[in-house]
């Protein structure tokens, strides 16, 4: 994607950061990195923000205090990066599982980035990144499990872009043509919940609360 700065949705957008939710291996740092530069933002990733304030890598984090204790990390994170404006913040995979993280996610604009269960097992095997929450005897069962628990959480996003191993910066595309749809105006946060799909629209869903869910066409 060119550094081309999409002047009226950043007008839009009046600073409000833009949160990417999803699970571990959803590209949420590859893809934040164009759509910052697409937006003239500046990228966060939350993990390794965390990592700097705790001075330890995430995994020696949950080895010495457990996932509690990189959750209460985590929290302390968002809540600074609530203060700020014009970001792009790539979240850890668990985030949405915590109420009070909510309140900090929806001071912003959350983008669940979506993929298929083979897709996400494919990359994380690829991946030399350590994760602790798939260090399991069957990481393929674990994995299914967390998406089981957090799929319903995800969905809770203001957009919701689904992907088919695509390169990241086709992915930051779909979240820039799907942004405007959400957008009320120059001063208001988002009213609807939308999908942006790279494959064909449904039309008609439903958000878990019963919301109306809209979905762009591409």
């Known amino acids: 994607m060119p550094p081309v700065i999409h002047a009226d949705l950043v007008r839009r957008l009046c600073g409000l950061n833009l949160y990417l939710v999803g699970m571990m291996g959803a590209g949420k740092s590859a893809v934040g990195r164009p759509l910052a530069q ?11 923000t ?3 304030t705790a001075g330890r890598p995430i995994p020696r984090i949950f080895a010495e205090e457990g996932e509690e204790g990189f959750r209460n990390l985590e929290t302390a994170v968002l809540d600074q990066l609530a203060h700020w404006h014009s970001l792009v913040v790539a979240t850890g995979g668990g985030v949405v599982t915590r109420p009070v993280n909510w309140g900090h996610l929806r001071q912003g604009v959350v ?12 990359r994380l095997r690829n991946d030399a990144t350590p994760r602790p929450l798939l260090d399991d005897p069957d990481p393929a069962a674990r994995l299914r499990h967390l998406l089981n628990q957090r799929r319903p959480l995800y969905a809770q996003a203001d957009l919701h872009v689904s992907q088919a191993d695509e390169p990241p910066e086709v992915v930051a595309r779909l979240v820039l043509e799907g ?8 001063r208001q946060p988002p009213e609807e919940r939308r999908e942006a799909a790279s494959g064909e629209p449904a039309e008609g869903n439903q958000t878990e609360g019963g919301g109306s869910k809209r979905t762009a066409n591409h």
């Open 50 to 52: 965390v990592a700097r």
């Open 111 to 122: 983008i669940w980035l979506d993929a298929p269960e083979a897709l996400l097992l494919e």
């Open 38 to 48: 697409a937006l003239g933002y500046r990228f966060i990733d939350a993990d390794d």
């Open 179 to 186: 942004l405007p749809a959400i957008l009320r105006d120059a």
